[in-house]
């Protein structure tokens, strides 16, 4: 059904202002409402992508097409790292379930492969083979990676402009680091039960995405530089039928750990310092398909961003009165990676890579920095 005959389909939540702004929220996220004020609504974002793998890609990439670096792997590219005994970039996905396109999502493609992203599972191995085999000592496993790296280091020498060699040995070397601190930042067991709680861990509805949030909390503290965490791994989201029954339970899974992560940065004295984005590939149609459910929707659709200097209590843009189309302040993919380079302190016009003789940036050269987020006027 196209989208000139699809019959439209009524919005079922109830909106209130809230904050001292008087954000507008809806009742799927009461506990984000606590924290309208910090919230900077994005209201008018476009994409190409009009399928999962296209959509997925381009808000990792900036292509719809696979091959190119994540916006993870420019910002380590950009900014280096902060922790030698971390990775720089880090995935967090909430199931055994794989994110579309797969690892592609956090590649680096032409940039160097250390920059891209290590994903951490779910459950108690976040990282796997983390620990030393059974009855090999600390004491041995130095001496067989130092033996390693010499063999490595000789066999590099005549290889150097090979990355993804340079990055399997740079791989190794992290992980021994990795044995030491790892296992103490992703220890949730160590934090008070009143944390525990603020992002609903022991609520089975919301203990696994509180505990993405939670590991995410801990990681900003010891200098990680870019966290990417995956809710509805498998396209829950994909609401194609049974809209209010789908969206319901996954608002619900989510809404009090983003607000519990956004109030633990804010009393740490972290938010300012720490930029965080919600959103997905693309949003949902106002008009109904098979009845009760809602189609992929590039043209105009709602993100945030809080924290990282970003004016909170605050909306840009607007779509037309169907909700369909983006017609004010449009910020297409392109320019939300500009935005948020530009809100790290980076300007996406010189962090530039020389892949095959061409610059190349992370918004494929059409991106524009929106100043209102990143001035707040």
């Not at 990439?61 to 993870?72: D, H, M, N």
């Not at 590991?215 to 049974?242: C, N, P």
Request: proline share 3%.
């Amino acid at each position: 059904m196209g989208e000139t005959t699809a019959p439209l389909m009524r919005s079922k939540r109830t909106f209130k202002q809230h904050g001292e702004s008087g954000l507008w929220v809806s009742d799927w996220f009461p506990h984000q409402a606590k924290v309208a004020d910090e919230l900077c609504v994005i209201r008018s974002c476009v994409s190409d992508g009009i399928n999962h793998a296209g959509g997925v890609c381009q808000m990792n990439t900036g292509s719809v097409f696979g091959g190119r670096p994540s916006l993870g792997s420019w910002i380590s590219y950009g900014l280096g790292t902060e922790n030698k005994s971390l990775p720089g970039f880090v995935v967090i996905k909430d199931s055994n379930s794989m994110v579309v396109n797969g690892a592609r999502a956090w590649g680096s493609g032409f940039i160097p492969a250390s920059h891209q992203g290590v994903l951490f599972e779910q459950g108690n191995e976040p990282i796997k083979f983390l620990n030393n085999p059974k009855g090999v000592t600390d004491s041995r496993q130095e001496h067989k990676l130092k033996f390693l790296e010499e063999v490595n280091q000789r066999h590099y020498q005549t290889r150097e402009t090979n990355s993804d060699l340079e990055a399997r040995i740079r791989s190794y070397e992290l992980a021994f680091h990795m044995q030491a601190e790892a296992p103490e930042a992703i220890d949730l067991d160590s934090e008070p039960e009143h944390i525990k709680e603020l992002y609903g861990l022991g609520d089975k509805e919301t203990e696994t995405y509180g505990r993405q949030c939670l590991m995410a909390r801990r990681l900003v503290e010891r200098g990680v530089r870019f966290i990417q965490l995956y809710h509805g791994a498998g396209s829950k989201w994909d609401s194609h039928t049974k809209m209010e029954e789908n969206h319901g339970r996954l608002c619900n899974n989510v809404d009090k750990p983003i607000a519990g992560l956004i109030q633990d940065l804010k009393q740490r004295g972290l938010l300012d310092e720490t930029l965080i984005i919600w959103g997905g590939e693309f949003g949902r149609t106002p008009m109904s398909e098979k009845g009760d459910g809602r189609d992929h929707n590039p043209t105009g659709f709602t993100m945030w961003m809080a924290g990282g200097g970003v004016k909170g209590g605050q909306t840009i843009g607007s779509t037309d009165e169907l909700g369909l189309y983006a017609v004010e302040d449009r910020l297409h993919v392109h320019d939300i990676h500009a935005t948020v380079m530009g809100l790290l302190g980076l300007d996406h016009t010189e962090v530039v890579y020389m892949h095959k003789g061409r610059p190349e940036r992370v918004d494929l050269n059409e991106g524009h920095a929106h100043q209102g987020i990143i001035s707040g006027v």
